[in-house]
């Protein structure tokens, strides 16, 4: 009698840790991450939403047009952090995103972006640090922190969003007739160059 006893007591013992990690887990889990405390707010406006749209335009017709004449030809993107932060907010408005929130502050070499994304129950509180390199004509992004509200990850979450991030990127320029040639992070900017290859 004395061992089931105890055994009850053992197995009663396990249900309450494990209630109480759960509980917190679900606490930390909904708390701001560290990266938020690094960032600056940035004002957005319907302005700056149409200046990154006509620089988007600017660079296909670009390409466009490098590629009916049949040459190579260098093209520039320069981006601000406020158009960047307009555009997000403006598409978040037309509900095209799963986010409650999201702001992106360019620094000196380096991005960091934090964002609500919307998940039943409460929110998920994300924010992330990295850099954008250029490895061999392909656009790679390397995620130096990430974080999930006050959660303690491991280094695989690191690269689980950095893949994640590397793919999202890939599909978007595999259909561009594009090699990029240089990505800068300066000034509040994110400065893309890039060359059209047109193919013999």
Request: hydrophobic share 50%.
């Amino acid at each position: 009698m004395r061992v089931i006893r105890g055994f009850i007591m053992v197995i009663g013992l396990i249900g309450i840790l494990v209630i109480v990690a759960l509980l917190m887990g679900y606490y930390l889990f909904s708390l701001s991450p560290q990266i938020k405390t690094k960032m600056i707010p940035v004002a957005v406006t319907a302005e700056a939403a149409q200046s990154l749209d006509q620089k988007l335009k600017s660079v296909e017709t670009q390409i466009d047009e490098a590629v009916a004449a049949g040459e190579d030809r260098e093209v520039t993107l320069v981006i601000s952090e406020q158009e960047v932060n307009s555009k997000l907010i403006e598409v978040l408005a037309e509900g095209e995103l799963p986010l409650n929130e999201v702001l992106v502050n360019f620094h000196e070499g380096y991005f960091l972006a934090y964002a609500v994304v919307d998940v039943p129950g409460v929110a998920a509180k994300t924010g992330a640090q990295g850099r954008i390199h250029i490895v061999n004509g392909d656009v790679k992004i390397v995620i130096e922190d990430f974080d999930l509200g006050k959660l303690p990850l491991p280094e695989a979450a690191n690269n689980g969003v950095e893949e994640l991030l590397n793919v999202m990127v890939r599909l978007r320029l595999a259909d561009l007739p594009l090699e990029i040639t240089d990505i800068e992070l300066s000034n509040r900017e994110l400065i893309a160059a890039g060359l059209v290859k047109v193919v013999d």
